[in-house]
């Protein structure tokens, strides 16, 4: 029996509810036959699409005058925890439920503490929201001042900051949960950032990268296994490219001469690589896999493994 943290990706989720939650019941299939063969599963999920989707609704809504005030950022991403959590939660209990397992899932609204100081708030690089043209994503920037960047070859994307995870301020909780047998749906779009203050936590407009939130979840929990699953089903050099190679498994010498040569996007598979690393140095197995394959690749079958 082991622990393991699984990091859903944002784009893996769908574009629509419909289409996530139909996504989240095919994944649910996996994560219960996890606990099934007599695992505790800890999930984390990525926020991109949907926080971005949220916020600019939200920014439409305000500026027409549909609703009062437009949405601060930090409540966008606990909406996004709520809105991915509730699809979780519903298809892991209805799973259980089908398999006749008297166990149950739990949503809980993270907060993940950030460096107020972090060099990442004067650099935006966390894609979020949906794919657009140049020409479309030029009238967006002009209209709303976002910033827009060209996301791994997928067309253009707002970004907002994404800075580094300090701790999850709701470790303690989760650990509770966990060792009360309960599946524990955390961490939701790498948490949302919170800074201290005066004494006290305050929300700041930030995308924490739910990849390193997961590692640092991982090591948290004292997990076995960090599981990242995506819309690929292994991570590879010379991606995109004619000679592109698909790769099984990577040690963390491999995987640093890998980065040095350019072969990971940043903001893409650059960050899930160097999450993986961090959970792999502390002597723990990463593994980048598909949401549609995940049963096989926690079996060795399918997936990128990344150890010491
Ligand atoms: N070297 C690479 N190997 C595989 N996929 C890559 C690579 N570089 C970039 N990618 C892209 O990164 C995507 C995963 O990142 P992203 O979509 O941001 O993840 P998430 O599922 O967490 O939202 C893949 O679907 C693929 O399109
Ligand atoms: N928060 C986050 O990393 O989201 P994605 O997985 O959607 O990029």
Same mark, same amino acid.
């Given at each position: ?6 990091? %859903? ?64 950022? +930090?409540?966008?991403? &606990?909406?996004? /925890? ?14 259980? $439920?089908? /398999?006749? =397992? ?63 995870? =300090? ?6 909780? =989760? ?6 047998? $309960?599946?524990? =749906? ?9 800074? $201290? ?12 990268? $739910? ?6 979840? &991982? ?9 990242? %699953? ?16 698909? %790769?099984?498994?990577?040690? %963390? ?17 650059? +960050? ?37």
């Amino acid at each position: 029996m082991a622990k393991i943290v699984i990091a %859903l990706g944002g784009n893996a989720l769908g574009k629509t509810a419909t289409e996530q939650l139909k996504l989240v019941k095919n994944a649910s299939k996996s994560i219960v036959d996890l606990v099934k063969a007599g695992n505790d599963v800890v999930i984390a999920h990525g926020n991109g699409p949907q926080v971005g989707m949220i916020n600019l609704a939200m920014s439409v809504a305000a500026a027409d005058g549909a609703i009062a005030a437009d949405m601060p950022f +930090p409540e966008c991403g &606990a909406m996004s /925890q709520g809105y991915i959590g509730y699809h979780l939660q519903n298809s892991i209990d209805n799973e259980l $439920k089908h /398999q006749g =397992i008297d166990r149950k899932a739990v949503t809980l609204i993270t907060q993940v503490l950030v460096d107020e100081k972090d060099p990442a708030f004067a650099h935006p690089t966390k894609p979020i929201g949906a794919f657009y043209t140049k020409e479309e994503a030029e009238k967006i920037a002009a209209e709303k001042g976002y910033d827009m960047v060209e996301d791994a070859g997928r067309g253009y994307r707002q970004v907002v900051a994404s800075p580094k995870p =300090i701790d999850v301020i709701e470790k303690a909780s =989760i650990n509770e949960l966990v060792n009360a047998g $309960k599946i524990v =749906i955390t961490v939701g779009g790498g948490g949302i950032p919170v800074i $201290k203050k005066d004494g006290n936590l305050v929300g700041v407009p930030a995308v924490i990268d $739910k990849d390193f939130a997961s590692a640092k979840l &991982a090591e948290l929990v004292d997990a076995d296994m960090l599981v990242i %699953l995506t819309a690929v089903d292994k991570v590879a050099i010379n991606f995109g490219k004619p000679n592109e190679k698909h %790769l099984d498994h990577m040690n %963390l010498d491999e995987a640093k001469k890998y980065i040095e040569e350019g072969h990971f996007a940043p903001g893409s598979m650059l +960050p899930k690589v160097e999450a993986a690393m961090a959970f792999a140095k502390a002597g723990g197995k990463a593994l980048i896999a598909s949401l549609e394959n995940a049963g096989k690749a926690i079996n060795g079958a399918s997936g990128t493994l990344i150890e010491k």
